[in-house]
């Protein structure tokens, strides 16, 4: 396959100069160019020029959670062999991570190199800004640019309800695009058509905010490919095959996985200060560099609090986002902390043995 056309068939799913242009040493060794669909336990679907081929990731599987192939990771696989394996991926642009059962506070990518974070807020309930908050705070920490859609526009009743609605959630999301649609009757649809046909985007939000009702309008299909199998006991069984990635009818690429349904915080703290934006602004003009904006002398935050241009649950939710990162970022330091005493120890004890042996060799 020549290369041009292994461009027009990959260019649907974000291929472009510069994927193409990282991938050239591998193209040398005679691998092929693909993205990752799907992941499951050590496997992963990839689609290639050629098609979906299947992959082991043995490979690429190192220690490290946050360097495990995930869907929407550019990979080089091999060109054939049963299993074929994947043999390295290219350096992500940006990266969806989440932090993993309280056990192991290790990192979780969940999704690789995307343009837009689409976060759903349904209209049907009563609007939470602080979960709004959150859900911008991971999208801007990934590299991608969040953008709001609230849903169920058609169950406001009227128009003006719906720009104080529009209004209040503008507030918690400086630099955020803010849409309505209403899946029901297509209002609203072109606008988010029209952001996703260009690059890879994600589907955030809360259980029932709308996700997978956008995802159908804006792949024109369901995402859940439902295979006919044979008929082994006449009950019409069926297996699901799940593409995590699809590439749009109208261009772009959209990534909907159930994992990144429900995502937490993850050391977003720079995510963080671009969701409140115009806190962080306000306390560049604080009286000390290190201000906490709790009763400190000179505090430009507290005084925009005093003068009403701040809102009091601006700052509650700000401060509340913060510690909840901190606690965080202070559970891996001290993972990484314990992991760096044991490798000393375990050097310390090779160390330890080597002396020894040569003790024993000079006696
Ligand atoms: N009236 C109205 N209902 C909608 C609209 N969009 C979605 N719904 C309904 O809202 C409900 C939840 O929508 P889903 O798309 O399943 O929500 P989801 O975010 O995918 O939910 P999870 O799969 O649990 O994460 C469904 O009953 C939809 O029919 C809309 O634009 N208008
Ligand atoms: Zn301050």
Same mark, same amino acid.
């Given at each position: 396959?020549?290369?041009?056309?292994?461009?027009?068939?990959?260019?649907?799913?974000?291929?472009?100069?510069?994927?193409?242009?990282?991938?050239?040493?591998?193209?040398?060794?005679?691998?092929?160019?693909?993205?990752?669909?799907?992941?499951?336990?050590?496997?992963?679907?990839?689609?290639?020029? &050629?098609?979906?081929?299947?992959?082991?990731?043995?490979?690429?599987?190192?220690?490290?959670?946050?360097?495990?192939?995930?869907?929407?990771?550019?990979?080089?696989?091999?060109?054939?062999?049963?299993?074929?394996?994947?043999?390295?991926?290219?350096?992500?642009?940006?990266?969806?991570?989440?932090?993993?059962?309280?056990?192991?506070?290790?990192?979780?990518?969940?999704?690789?190199?995307?343009?837009?974070?689409?976060?759903?807020?349904?209209?049907?309930?009563?609007?939470?800004?602080?979960?709004?908050?959150?859900?911008?705070?991971?999208?801007?920490?990934?590299?991608?640019?969040?953008?709001?859609?609230?849903?169920?526009?058609?169950?406001?009743?009227?128009?003006?309800?719906?720009?104080?609605?529009?209004?209040?959630?503008?507030?918690?999301?400086?630099?955020?695009?803010?849409?309505?649609?209403?899946?029901?009757?297509?209002?609203?649809?072109?606008?988010?058509?029209?952001?996703?046909?260009? &690059?890879?985007?994600?589907?955030?939000?809360?259980?029932?905010? &709308?996700?997978?009702?956008?995802?159908?309008?804006?792949? &024109?299909?369901?995402?859940?490919?439902?295979?006919?199998?044979?008929?082994?006991?006449?009950?019409?069984?069926?297996?699901?095959?799940?593409?995590?990635?699809?590439?749009?009818?109208?261009?772009?690429?959209?990534?909907?996985?159930?994992?990144?349904?429900?995502?937490?915080?993850?050391?977003?703290?720079?995510?963080?200060?671009?969701?409140?934006?115009?806190?962080?602004?306000?306390?560049?003009?604080?009286?000390?560099?290190?201000?906490?904006?709790?009763?400190?002398?000179?505090?430009?935050?507290?005084?925009?609090?005093?003068?009403?241009?701040?809102?009091?649950?601006?700052?509650?939710?700000?401060?509340?986002?913060?510690?909840?990162?901190?606690?965080?970022?202070?559970?891996?330091?001290?993972?990484?902390?314990?992991?760096?005493?044991?490798?000393?120890?375990?050097?310390?004890?090779?160390?330890?043995?080597?002396?020894?042996?040569?003790?024993?060799?000079?006696?």
């Amino acid at each position: 396959m020549t290369s041009t056309s292994v461009f027009t068939a990959l260019a649907p799913y974000g291929w472009d100069e510069a994927w193409a242009d990282s991938f050239a040493p591998f193209a040398a060794d005679g691998l092929l160019p693909g993205r990752v669909i799907r992941v499951d336990r050590g496997q992963c679907d990839v689609v290639t020029a &050629g098609g979906v081929v299947r992959a082991d990731t043995a490979f690429v599987t190192p220690h490290d959670p946050m360097r495990v192939v995930c869907t929407g990771d550019w990979v080089a696989v091999e060109p054939g062999g049963n299993p074929r394996y994947v043999r390295s991926y290219l350096p992500r642009r940006t990266a969806f991570v989440r932090s993993t059962s309280s056990k192991r506070s290790e990192g979780q990518v969940l999704a690789a190199n995307v343009d837009h974070a689409i976060v759903a807020v349904s209209l049907a309930v009563e609007l939470d800004l602080g979960r709004i908050e959150r859900f911008l705070a991971l999208a801007w920490e990934s590299g991608a640019q969040p953008v709001v859609v609230l849903t169920k526009a058609d169950l406001v009743p009227d128009a003006t309800g719906l720009s104080y609605l529009v209004q209040d959630v503008e507030t918690a999301a400086p630099g955020v695009p803010v849409l309505t649609v209403s899946a029901l009757h297509g209002d609203g649809l072109d606008v988010l058509r029209a952001i996703v046909g260009d &690059g890879t985007s994600v589907l955030l939000g809360q259980s029932g905010a &709308g996700k997978s009702t956008l995802a159908n309008a804006l792949t &024109g299909e369901e995402v859940m490919e439902v295979q006919a199998t044979r008929d082994m006991d006449g009950k019409g069984r069926h297996t699901t095959t799940t593409r995590n990635l699809l590439a749009l009818p109208g261009g772009g690429v959209l990534i909907d996985t159930p994992g990144l349904r429900g995502v937490g915080l993850w050391d977003a703290e720079s995510g963080v200060g671009q969701v409140f934006a115009e806190i962080e602004e306000l306390a560049a003009d604080c009286r000390f560099h290190d201000c906490a904006h709790e009763a400190e002398p000179g505090c430009a935050v507290l005084a925009a609090l005093d003068a009403g241009t701040l809102p009091e649950r601006r700052l509650d939710s700000y401060r509340k986002l913060m510690r909840e990162n901190q606690w965080i970022v202070a559970k891996t330091d001290a993972r990484l902390r314990s992991e760096i005493r044991k490798d000393w120890k375990r050097r310390g004890a090779e160390g330890k043995a080597a002396m020894e042996a040569k003790r024993g060799h000079w006696r």
